[in-house]
C-alpha cells in the first residue's frame, strides 16, 4: 500500500512557476513508478508526467514538454513536478500516482496506476 499527498498548488500569472510535491508513505517507495496525471473542469483526466522506478527515465505528455520537470527523490519518498512558463490552460487540479506495473517501459494510461493523491489546485491566470 502507498499513500501519497500532493501540495504546493496554488494561483499564480501566466509565464510563472510552481513546483509540486508529493510525498508517498509505505515502503519501497524506489519500486514504484510515479505520474502525474491533471484534470481541468469539464475535461477528462489527461497525462503530464512519468518518472520510470528503475534508472528514473521521465516521459511527458505533449502539451507539457519543455516547460515541466518531474523529479524523484528516494530517500525523502518524494516526488516532483516542476512547472515553468505556466499557461492558463494549465488550469487544472494535479494528481499524483502511483504503479508498480512493469508492462510498458513508460506507463501513460490512468488506469495503470493502483493509488492515486487527493489532488492539489493550480490556478494560472493571464
Known amino acids: 500500500q502507498v499513500q501519497l499527498v500532493e501540495s504546493g498548488g496554488g494561483l499564480v500569472q501566466a509565464g510563472g512557476s510552481l513546483r509540486l510535491s508529493c510525498a508517498a508513505s509505505g515502503r519501497a517507495f524506489s519500486s514504484y513508478t510515479m505520474g502525474w496525471f491533471r484534470q481541468a473542469p469539464g475535461k477528462e483526466r489527461e497525462f503530464v508526467a512519468t518518472i520510470r522506478w528503475s534508472g528514473g527515465s521521465t516521459y511527458y505528455g505533449d502539451s507539457v514538454k519543455g516547460r515541466f520537470t518531474i523529479a524523484r527523490d528516494n530517500a525523502k519518498n518524494t516526488v516532483y513536478l516542476q512547472m515553468n512558463s505556466l499557461k492558463p490552460e494549465d488550469t487544472a487540479v494535479y494528481y499524483c500516482?502511483?504503479?508498480?506495473?512493469?508492462?510498458?517501459?513508460?506507463?501513460?494510461?490512468?488506469?495503470?496506476?493502483?493509488?492515486w493523491g487527493q489532488g492539489t489546485q493550480v490556478i494560472v491566470s493571464s
Open positions: 500516482a502511483a504503479t508498480n506495473s512493469r508492462t510498458y517501459y513508460y506507463t501513460l494510461t490512468e488506469s495503470s496506476y493502483d493509488y
